[in-house]
């Protein structure tokens, strides 16, 4: 059985006006296209496999959902583990699950809320340095979190989780 993670995709409101490259201003008659920007947390992984690797190298932050556990409330945990602080209050999106290309199965909810990116503080996790080795270095679970608009996250995560970004704007009822 593939293994089952749960994640929260954090996404904040902005205005269109602060986001260079959308189309719209908060100004305007309230057409479509003056809608409020999205943007959405994802995290980078840390260790010498991921230094480097950016394009599809990025996540949500998840993490394994114990056995029994509610997937929403191992997303939550997952988040404050990988991110030091606690996910915003307030009732999450399913967004349903994506299969990853090596078969583990994410279980997504999104929240709406802030988070300052320099405040984040991820646990340490050990990991071998080569398969075989048993040569292991301590390194932080995520090694930077960063704030994207739906164009540069789509290319930065791993790709079955960009689904996720697709489902939000359409829960959302932006572009």
Do not use: N
């Amino acid at each position: 059985m593939a293994p089952h993670s749960a994640g929260i995709l954090l996404y904040r409101r902005t205005d269109a006006e602060a986001a260079p490259g959308l189309s719209g201003s908060s100004g305007s008659s309230g057409s479509a296209s003056d809608a409020p920007a999205v943007e959405v947390l994802i995290v980078h992984p840390g260790g010498p496999f991921w230094k480097g690797r950016q394009e599809g190298a990025w996540s949500i932050p998840k993490g394994v959902i114990d056995p029994g556990e509610d997937p929403e409330m191992a997303a939550r945990r997952e988040f404050e583990e990988e991110l030091g602080s606690p996910p915003p209050p307030g009732e999450a999106i399913d967004l349903g699950t994506v299969r990853q290309r090596a078969g583990k199965v994410v279980h997504a909810f999104a929240l709406e809320g802030d988070l300052d990116v320099g405040t984040v503080v991820s646990t340490t996790i050990e990991v071998e340095l080569r398969r075989g080795s048993g040569r292991t270095v301590l390194v932080p679970e995520i090694d930077e979190a960063r704030w994207c608009r739906p164009e540069e996250t789509r290319r930065l995560l791993v790709p079955a989780q960009a689904e996720l970004v697709d489902r939000l704007l359409a829960r959302l009822g932006s572009s």
